[in-house]
């Protein structure tokens, strides 16, 4: 079992900034990859941010330049740090995790989500 718990959403002001921390627990044995994504009312889920194992990071274009992900491996734990915030930010971030177990399975796992919500 692979747990993944999000923290520090809430609401922010455009122009605004804030960093979400995600942390996967249990049974890993190697994380393939860490990401997050958003989902705003009315809207299919998407990508935000994502790193993998060997450092890399891919952004959605709407992001770039703008949100950095960083990732602590040693803690399993993935950060979306996020500047210059506007409304259309606005959604609920899901972090996921995606790897293997300590008997080999592979795993893909979500958390709850957290709302963030810019207001204008």
């Known amino acids: 079992q692979v747990q993944v718990v999000e923290s520090g959403g809430g609401l922010v002001q455009a122009g605004g900034s804030l960093t979400l921390s995600c942390a996967a627990s249990?049974?890993?044995?190697?994380?393939?990859?860490l990401g997050w994504y958003r989902q705003a009312p009315g809207n299919q889920r998407e990508l935000v941010a994502v790193?993998?194992?060997?450092?890399?990071?891919n952004y959605a274009d709407s992001v770039k330049g703008r949100f950095t992900i960083s990732r602590l491996d040693a803690k399993n734990t993935v950060y979306l740090q996020m500047t210059s915030l506007k409304p259309e930010d606005t959604a609920v971030y899901s972090c996921?995790?995606?790897?293997?177990?300590?008997?080999?399975?592979?795993?893909?796992?979500w958390g709850q989500g957290t709302q963030v919500t810019v207001s204008s």
């Open positions: 996921n995790a995606r790897g293997y177990t300590d008997v080999r399975l592979q795993f893909d796992s």
């Open positions: 249990g049974s890993i044995f190697r994380l393939i990859a």
């Open positions: 790193t993998n194992s060997g450092g890399g990071t």
